[in-house]
T-cell receptor, first 114, second 116 residues
Framework: DTEVTQTPKHLVMGMTNKKSLKCEQH?????MYWYKQKAKKPPELMFV???????INESVPSRFSPECPNSSLLNLHLHALQPEDSALYLC?????????????FGPGTRLTVL | AQSVTQLDSQVPVFEEAPVELRCNYS??????LFWYVQYPNQGLQLLLK??????LVKGINGFEAEFNKSQTSFHLRKPSVHISDTAEYFC??????????????FGKGTKLSVIP
């Protein structure tokens, strides 16, 4: 099983709402990632968790709050977002954080902020 | 920091014709190179990767790529494309961001459109 699942598929929220994105993998991977992808652009790394600890935060605004409750789950908590935060949010996982490892991507959550 | 340049933003090609998608990277150290494909409204899927050894790498769906260290290139090729190959293709390099952590740096992508 090489599947990374993400819920919800689509999310529409207002600027005052609080919502969460969820990501799950059962491949025994120890590294998990959040990316943001705007239309017609490559994915941009937001956060990396390695062995359930945050190892990289790419200077992401505090209105995005990641959480890794266990080795299979990764959440992204959203609060007070701006319309420019509308994008496809991709989760990925890899065996480890080593450079050689393949990252497996989920299908993404398409977020619209009104 | 490393960078990845995909020289063509769009490549139209007729069905059953060959295609080459170009990728150049900048690095003064050993690199790990990847090609990912993204079909419409989906996540990314690995096509192939170069870690070391043979410079010709074969991947899924009939794609292959050649690592050329002297030209710092990693071009993707397929001898005969199908309609189903229509997608966005991203070249990426794995970069050591410090303290043993690595992250992928993606090129801007090449949109491959296969024309019937």
């Amino acid at each position: 099983d090489t599947e990374v699942t993400q819920t919800p598929k689509h999310l529409v929220m207002g600027m005052t709402n609080k919502k969460s994105l969820k990501c799950e993998q059962h491949m025994g991977h120890r590294a998990m990632y959040w990316y943001k992808q705007k239309a017609k652009k490559p994915p941009e790394l937001m956060f990396v968790y390695s062995y359930e600890k945050l190892s990289i935060n790419e200077s992401v605004p505090s209105r995005f709050s990641p959480e890794c409750p266990n080795s299979s789950l990764l959440n992204l908590h959203l609060h007070a977002l701006q319309p420019e935060d509308s994008a496809l949010y991709l989760c990925a996982s890899s065996q480890d954080e080593a450079g050689k490892d393949t990252q497996y991507f989920g299908p993404g959550t398409r977020l619209t902020v009104l | 920091a490393q960078s990845v340049t995909q020289l063509d933003s769009q490549v139209p090609v007729f069905e059953e014709a060959p295609v080459e998608l170009r990728c150049n990277y900048s690095s003064s150290v050993s690199v790990y190179l990847f090609w990912y494909v993204q079909y419409p409204n989906q996540g990314l899927q690995l096509l192939l990767k170069y870690l070391s050894g043979s410079t010709l790498v074969k991947g899924i769906n009939g794609f292959e790529a050649e690592f050329n260290k002297s030209q710092t290139s990693f071009h993707l090729r397929k001898p005969s494309v199908h309609i189903s190959d229509t997608a966005e293709y991203f070249c990426a390099v794995s970069e050591n961001s410090g303290a043993g952590s690595y992250q992928l740096t993606f090129g801007k992508g090449t949109k491959l459109s296969v024309i019937p």
